[in-house]
Antibody
Framework: QVQLVQSGAEVKKPGSSVKVSCKAS????????ICWVRQAPGQGLEWMGR????????NYTQRWKGRVTIVADKSTTTTYMELSSLRSEDTAMYYC?????????????WGQGTLVTVSS | DIQMTQSPSSLSASLGDSVTITCRAS??????LNWYQQKPGKAPTLLIY???NLESGVPSRFSGSGSGTDFTLTISSLQPEDFATYYC??????????FGQGTKLEIK
């Protein structure tokens, strides 16, 4: 069973960038895609993007293209999500989740979440 | 982009009740529909995949149905631990997924 452990909470200034990590352990990293989902305070889940580590190919919804970059380091089984040009509305919990290869696009394992606070 | 619309957005029910949450897709998604439960301060957990398949370890009082554009999540005989927020998610448009806006289930 893959376990995902995310990096700790961050406080950032508007206009800066944040890089959140998600380390996969206990399973086969390369068989899964890793998705990133965000949740603003009191709001719903918002899918941001997805990477297939073995291929190094990332996909993003149109809303996030140009501001989000997702990369994977196969040697450390760690995925990174970087969000640039931060604004106060980006204050949210950011989750990574596994999307098993050959599955039905289910997010079956989730990280604990990383709270990013954007404040001047 | 495929839009997912859940209804209702909130729901009050009593212990032992049966409730149904609906999720509608803006276009046909076959059975590429998953349901998640989220409790306050916690990450979501997968309940049902491919519209009607119960994830391992999920109680049988949870059930899902539907195909095409209309889907339902039913919880029978509500237990205290079922009061949470529920989300549907389409995975038809791989690799771009979308969630419904969520349904908050509260105790009456």
């Amino acid at each position: 069973q893959v376990q995902l452990v995310q990096s700790g909470a961050e406080v950032k200034k508007p206009g800066s960038s944040v890089k959140v990590s998600c380390k996969a352990s206990g399973g086969t990293f390369n068989n899964n895609a890793i998705c990133w989902v965000r949740q603003a305070p009191g709001q719903g889940l918002e899918w941001m993007g997805r990477i297939v580590p073995i291929l190094g190919i990332a996909n993003y919804t149109q809303r996030w293209k140009g501001r989000v970059t997702i990369v994977a380091d196969k040697s450390t089984t760690t995925t990174y999500m970087e969000l640039s040009s931060l604004r106060s509305e980006d204050t949210a919990m950011y989750y990574c989740a596994t999307d098993p290869a050959g599955g039905m696009g289910t997010l079956d394992n989730w990280g604990q979440g990383t709270l990013v606070t954007v404040s001047s | 982009d495929i839009q997912m619309t859940q209804s209702p957005s909130s729901l009050s029910a009593s212990l032992g009740d049966s409730v149904t949450i609906t999720c509608r897709a803006s276009q046909s998604i076959s059975i590429y529909l998953n349901w998640y439960q989220q409790k306050p301060g916690k990450a979501p957990t997968l309940l049902i995949y491919a519209a009607s398949n119960l994830e391992s370890g999920v109680p049988s009082r949870f059930s899902g149905s539907g195909s095409g554009t209309d889907f339902t999540l039913t919880i029978s005989s509500l237990q205290p631990e079922d009061f949470a927020t529920y989300y549907c998610q389409q995975s038809f448009s791989t690799p771009l997924y979308t969630f419904g806006q969520g349904t908050k289930l509260e105790i009456k």
